[in-house]
């Protein structure tokens, strides 16, 4: 069911063809957003703050326009923005670009969405940012990626047609975690920021050694899990009806992604996606009653853009419930949605 509020004059509903801006084009991540949409046949400008490396990349696309704008200079966002449809924001860290990126959106009456893996810039979307884009008939999606939305998603299709969990638990397991130099430079600018959702609220997180064992899906089998902070206990608790949302991952992942000596990812084909494979597990439990959805397939980075491209694109053409900061498996379909990114990009998934 679409929400009526958002075919308001001066919305991008109003302009559902309109094309996408994906700000931080030239980066990790946004490369592999740009070429999604690229692939979908869905106009795209390019924007970024360097121009040498924006008009770089943009040689690839000369169909794109490139715009030059910086998180600095508000009137030159304005400029980027000016006739999309949807703004999508690659460009982390996010605590610097998430709210400069998500004014200008709104200003220019289009919808926000960003990857961002950082608890605190979603937390403020959700909490001051509502409003606004309602009033605009807009959506503000924050982290609509593999940290943040694939797990909402999982979670949601998972609890089917319960309204509530007892508890609900997210595994992360990866057969290694090589960081780009914007995770590295986003686990530095979040430090000490972590959050867990335990209780009935957010608490910050309290690092612990301490491991159990967890059966992954195979091909990744049993292994040593960590608690850990994931943008999926921000944006869950959002729509779910839930005490506690546990997230652990593998320790070898998360031993990677903590040593300064782990190298970034590198290319395994045509795509430029990795050969690193993930699985996450969704569990959700009701009393003695467990329901579980789980998920499989290559590349965190890569997988990031099949899901914020799905979901730009069902905003656009009206597939969604409603308008506002939501998270992934409020305003769209679960089932659904993940279905639509198999067997492509979702090589397993079970429901
Ligand atoms: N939630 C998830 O699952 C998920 C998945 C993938 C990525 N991410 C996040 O996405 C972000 C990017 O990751 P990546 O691997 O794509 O990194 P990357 O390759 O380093 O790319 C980062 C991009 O952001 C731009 N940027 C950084 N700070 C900026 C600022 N203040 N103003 C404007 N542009 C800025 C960079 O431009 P310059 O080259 O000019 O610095 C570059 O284009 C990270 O925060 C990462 O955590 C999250």
């Known amino acids: 069911m679409t929400d009526t509020t958002a075919n308001t004059p001066n919305s991008a509903a109003a302009r559902p063809e309109g094309a996408i801006a994906v700000y931080g084009a030239y980066g990790h991540t946004g490369r592999f957003v740009v070429a999604e949409l690229h692939r979908r046949g869905r106009p795209v400008v390019l924007v ?31 400029r980027a923005f000016v006739d999309v449809g949807a703004v999508i924001n690659c460009a982390g860290p996010f605590l610097e670009t998430t709210l ?29 940012y509502t ?3 309602k009033d605009a008939g807009l959506v503000v999606a924050p982290a609509m990626a593999f940290y943040g ?24 397991g990866l057969d290694s975690w090589l960081p780009t130099e914007g995770t590295r430079l986003t686990g530095a600018s979040n430090a000490g ?24 899906a195979p091909p990744l089998g049993k292994q040593q899990v960590n608690e850990f902070s994931t943008a999926d206990q921000v944006t869950i608790p959002r729509h779910v009806r839930t005490p ?3 997230a652990v991952m593998n320790v070898a992942a998360l031993d990677d992604v903590r040593s300064a000596d782990t ?51 069902r905003i656009l053409t009206g597939r969604y419930t409603t308008t506002g900061t939501v998270a992934a498996g409020e305003t769209f379909d679960a089932t659904s949605f993940l279905t639509a990114l198999t ?9």
């Open 131 to 133: 409003d606004r884009a």
């Open 48 to 78: 970024g703050r360097d121009e040498a490396k924006l008009r770089e990349f943009g040689r690839r696309y000369p169909d794109s326009p490139v715009r030059v704008a910086s998180v600095d200079d508000p009137e030159s966002l304005d």
């Open 193 to 216: 920021q972590h959050l867990v959702f335990t209780g009935g609220r957010l608490v910050p997180f309290s690092y612990s050694q301490e491991v159990s064992a967890w059966e992954f």
């Open 263 to 313: 190298p970034a990812p590198t290319p395994a084909d045509d795509s430029g996606r990795s050969a690193q494979t993930f699985v996450v597990e969704a569990i959700v439990r009701n009393g003695g009653q467990e329901r579980r959805a789980v998920a499989g397939g290559r590349d965190i980075y890569a997988i990031t853009a099949p899901i914020v491209v799905e979901a730009a694109e």
């Open 244 to 246: 506690e949302v546990r």
């Open 149 to 172: 939305g694939l797990g909402d998603l999982l979670v949601t299709a998972a609890l089917g047609d319960w309204t509530s969990a007892d508890e609900i638990t997210l595994a992360f």
């Open 343 to 351: 067997p492509d990009h979702l090589t397993r998934l079970e429901i």
């Open 100 to 128: 400069p990126v998500a004014d200008a959106a709104i200003r220019a009456g289009a919808h926000y969405l960003d990857v961002a893996a950082e608890q605190a810039s979603a937390i403020t979307l959700f909490d001051t």
